[in-house]
């Protein structure tokens, strides 16, 4: 089980801070929300997060440690402007070949078609990534970065920056965080009030060493289930 906890960092001085302080803890079952404004800020804050920028106050704890290191390892960023983030012009099909290469499985035509498959993605495969909805988006870069080896723990930035509802793409962000997988959320102020309400309708296992529902209706929960993919 991961847990970072984003302790007052922030980047440069205020009034006018590139990144004024930020704080949030999230871990399994409970992501956490930073909520940042300004074009540069949900970056310096997802790199900060994630271990690839040292904050000039402040620190970022994984597990109760600092360990930038170790951070790097756990995290990816997922659709970081500029870092990590696929242009517009992609295809989903394309960009699945990619991510499939990176994390060192085979991008063969046939692979990438299971993959869409599995996500309920093979209308979208030739489609390109600016052109399909939001939760779409969310959900197809969330679970190529999951594929990733040691991978534990997302930053996801600014989902509302390609529009539709908070709900919505909120929801990608439920299903996998209640797999176990922790996530921070970088997120304008606005949407993270309505992402804050949401947090309530993560489900929390008694045990969280078990899965939330031990007998599951397979229907209910294929659009929700972590990719299985062979290498």
Same mark, same amino acid.
């Given at each position: 089980?991961?847990?970072?906890?984003?302790?007052?960092?922030?980047?440069?001085?205020?009034?006018?801070?590139? #990144?004024?302080?930020?704080?949030?803890?999230?871990?399994?079952?409970?992501?956490?929300?930073?909520?940042?404004? =300004?074009?540069?800020?949900?970056? #310096?804050?997802?790199?900060?997060?994630?271990?690839?920028?040292?904050?000039?106050?402040?620190?970022?704890?994984?597990?109760?440690?600092?360990?930038?290191?170790?951070? /790097?390892? +756990?995290?990816?960023?997922?659709?970081?402007?500029?870092?990590?983030?696929?242009?517009?012009?992609?295809?989903?099909?394309?960009?699945?070949?990619?991510?499939?290469?990176?994390?060192?499985? /085979?991008?063969?035509?046939?692979?990438?078609?299971t993959v869409l498959d599995e996500l309920g993605m093979s209308a979208y495969?030739? =489609?390109?990534?600016?052109?399909?909805?939001?939760?779409?988006?969310?959900?197809?870069?969330?679970?190529?970065?999951?594929?990733?080896?040691?991978?534990t723990a997302l930053v996801i930035t600014s989902p509302e920056r390609h529009?539709?509802?908070?709900?919505?793409?909120?929801?990608?962000?439920?299903?996998?965080?209640?797999?176990?997988?922790?996530?921070?959320?970088?997120?304008?102020?606005?949407?993270?009030?309505?992402?804050?309400?949401?947090?309530? +309708?993560? &489900?929390?296992?008694?045990?969280?060493?078990? &899965?939330?529902?031990?007998?599951?209706?397979?229907?209910?929960?294929?659009? =929700?289930?972590?990719?299985?993919?062979?290498?």
């Amino acid at each position: 089980m991961t847990t970072i906890e984003i302790d007052h960092a922030g980047i440069g001085d205020e009034p006018g801070a590139p #990144l004024p302080v930020v704080s949030a803890v999230a871990g399994p079952h409970r992501p956490g929300i930073l909520a940042v404004e =300004t074009e540069q800020a949900p970056v #310096l804050a997802s790199l900060v997060a994630g271990g690839r920028m040292q904050p000039d106050s402040g620190r970022v704890l994984l597990d109760g440690h600092e360990d930038a290191a170790a951070l /790097r390892r +756990t995290v990816a960023l997922v659709d970081t402007p500029g870092i990590a983030e696929p242009f517009p012009v992609m295809t989903l099909r394309r960009i699945v070949r990619e991510e499939l290469a990176f994390a060192e499985r /085979r991008p063969s035509r046939e692979h990438v078609d299971t993959v869409l498959d599995e996500l309920g993605m093979s209308a979208y495969a030739d =489609t390109h990534v600016q052109r399909v909805p939001t939760d779409v988006r969310v959900r197809l870069l969330t679970e190529l970065a999951l594929l990733r080896e040691g991978v534990t723990a997302l930053v996801i930035t600014s989902p509302e920056r390609h529009g539709g509802v908070v709900a919505d793409w909120f929801a990608v962000v439920r299903d996998v965080a209640a797999r176990g997988v922790t996530i921070v959320l970088v997120t304008s102020k606005a949407a993270a009030e309505t992402a804050t309400q949401l947090l309530a +309708t993560i &489900p929390v296992p008694a045990d969280p060493s078990l &899965p939330s529902d031990p007998d599951p209706d397979p229907d209910a929960t294929a659009a =929700t289930a972590p990719l299985e993919t062979r290498s």
